[in-house]
């Protein structure tokens, strides 16, 4: 069996412990065999380079759309979530199986090379189980609903069993999902109660707008014209109590809940969150947040509430990569006074701790989280200006990138 060491100035092992000058030995299986300190002159001797950055686990992306890597580049940013969507809904272009495959595939190719272990993926249909079922990632795909209407909530229920019912019949872990607070209606909340009471996690696009915060707590503003003036819908979304009600009955049943973007959140909103639904997880996407929304979440108030934060990239219609490093330089950008290593624990522990993936985000002996190199010009300076990402190993072996 072929063994591979490698060293690094600071290697994460889980939250709060970090070794400096440390060695990790990696079966050519992915497992890890060993974590130990090692001198400059020791690692001299053998001859083992010691890195300037940081060894840890695979990244987790905790919140992307695979199948949506078709609509790279093709909307423009800014205007807030419903100019978002009007492009969306504006968008007539067509694309054939083979092109939304092969974008895909590119997507998936991205995964790897960004040191990308295991995913939670939104869908819509099934395309993506021809990928899923075969894939060297853990995943968990949550087929999406929404409906703002009793009418649109049943139609999009039947059509969500039966992608549901694809997904599992190739053997892809699949649960049903709501899509955002002012996209699901009350029928649709009632249809999907079964399945959300079964699943042990969903997710939640939540406070990713000020105008969402508006439309739930005043049923006015720019998404409830969008859909009431211009989509002539009616809308029979709860308000902002009918959500926190919802949230406290899914929190009481110790259901993992995904709470994506929350770039709106207020301090009072999480202290709500983090009472009524202990497992709840806000999973913040920095490209996207800014792309769609112009800032970001609020990670000092997020860090001072003690919730737990993971990472996202959302899809390549509103993200200009798929790249969890390139995530966490965002925020180090604006926000420079966070300890990279608390950075890399949100996109390492903290994304398979919200998820449910087991065995992965950290690095001990004896289990194959992944293993990523981040190279850092200054380890000391607790900048990711300039870092890069190579991923050393998978959870299938030694990568081969």
């Keep these: 069996m072929e063994v591979k060491r490698y060293a690094a100035r600071k290697v994460l092992l889980k939250k709060g412990v970090l070794l400096r000058n440390a060695v990790v030995q990696v079966a050519e299986d992915g497992t890890i065999l060993s974590i130990a300190n090692i001198t400059d002159e020791e690692a001299a001797k053998e001859g083992l380079p010691i890195h300037d950055g940081y060894l840890c ?54 995964f790897a090379k960004e040191g990308i272990v295991a995913y939670a993926d939104i869908s819509n249909d099934a395309s993506t189980a021809y990928f899923k079922k075969n894939e060297r990632f853990r995943s968990i795909t949550f087929v999406e609903m929404f ?31 709501p899509h955002a607070t002012y996209s699901v209606s009350a029928t649709l909340w009632e249809l999907m109660r079964s399945q959300l009471e079964r699943a042990p996690i969903f997710s939640l696009h939540y406070a990713e707008t000020a105008q969402e915060i ?11 014209d969008l859909f009431h003036r211009d989509w002539k819908r009616k809308v029979e979304a709860y308000n902002m109590k009918e959500m926190e009600k919802c949230l406290e009955y ?46 970001l979440a609020d990670y000092d108030m997020l860090r001072a509430s003690n919730i737990r934060i993971a990472v996202g ?7 200009p990569s798929l ?24 996109a390492t522990q903290n994304g398979a701790e919200a998820c449910m993936f087991d065995g992965l985000g950290v690095l001990e002996a004896n289990i194959r989280p992944g293993l990523n190199l981040i190279k850092m010009p200054n380890v000391e300076s607790n900048s990711l200006q300039g870092a890069t990402v190579q991923p050393l190993a998978d959870l299938k072996g030694f990568s081969n990138l």
């Design 147 to 177: 409906g703002v209407n009793s009418k649109l909530g049943e139609e999009a229920y039947e059509v969500g069993k039966k992608v549901l019912k694809e997904f599992k019949e190739q053997g892809v872990t699949a649960y049903m999902t």
């Design 214 to 224: 508006n439309f739930l707590k005043n049923n006015a503003g720019a998404i409830y």
């Design 57 to 110: 686990a695979g990244f987790i992306n905790a919140h992307t759309h695979s199948e949506l890597a078709f609509l790279d580049g093709l909307f423009l940013p800014g205007g807030s979530m419903a100019a978002f969507l009007r492009q969306i809904d504006a968008l007539r272009l067509q694309f054939d199986e083979e092109q939304i495959r092969t974008a895909q595939a590119r997507g998936y190719e991205t």
């Design 323 to 346: 790249s969890i490093l390139k995530q966490l330089q965002v925020i180090n950008t604006y926000y420079p006074h966070i300890p990279v290593e608390e950075l890399l624990v949100w």
């Design 250 to 295: 899914y929190g009481a049943e110790h259901k993992h809940i995904l709470l994506v973007h929350g770039v709106a959140l207020t301090s009072f909103m999480v202290a709500f969150i983090r009472s009524a639904a202990p497992e709840a997880t806000i999973v913040p996407c920095p490209e996207s947040n800014l792309f769609i929304e112009g800032r």
């Design 313 to 319: 990239t959302d899809s390549l219609s509103s993200s």
